[in-house]
């Protein structure tokens, strides 16, 4: 498994990464793993509905407990070296936090990229991520919510890009 990781780090990133494989109950051991980290990446199947309630989401549950910002990408989404290219910059219907959207934007320019787009999370399935790469989004600290409908859940359920969750301190 390791040697596989390695393998595809190498052709998906010029920069550095560390690998850790954990063993243990999944959101236990990534986040665990995911003490020190800068960012944590995962992959999803994007579940929706009943299967998402009762397979669970390993990808939402370590969202919603990180304290580092976590990618996320979909099985069937194809993201490659120039994944913050064009990063759309998503939030609930408040403005989000100066800090969170100042880290965004470092990270984003950091990896050679650039915010082309700003707006409540209802843009996301609009043409204003039809060109994005990556979507961003900050997600409010001590949000625990599992409702059919929040940040979070619809971000996993409904981007067909990849999720960089950002979450506001």
């Known amino acids: 498994v390791t040697t596989e990781l390695a393998r595809f780090t190498k052709t998906a990133t010029t920069w550095p990464a560390t690998l850790v494989v954990a063993e243990g109950r999944a959101v236990d051991a990534v986040l665990e793993a995911a003490g020190d980290a800068d960012l944590v990446v995962l992959g999803t199947h994007g579940r929706r509905g009943p299967s998402r309630w009762w ?7 370590v969202v919603r407990a990180a304290d580092v910002p976590v990618l996320v990408t979909r099985a069937d989404v194809a993201a490659g070296p120039e994944i913050f290219a064009r990063v759309v910059l998503l939030h609930e219907d408040v403005v989000p936090e100066a ?16 915010i082309v787009s700003s707006g409540t999370l209802a843009a996301c399935g609009s043409d204003a991520i039809a060109l994005a790469t990556l979507v961003a989004v900050v997600v409010p600290q001590g949000r625990s919510s599992w409702g059919l409908s929040d940040i979070v859940a619809d971000a996993l359920g409904h981007c067909a890009r990849p999720v960089l969750f950002m979450p506001a301190r």
């Open 99 to 114: 800090e969170a959207r100042t880290r965004v934007e470092a990270l984003t320019t950091m990896l050679c990229g650039q």
């Open 55 to 61: 397979l669970g989401s390993v990808a939402e549950r």
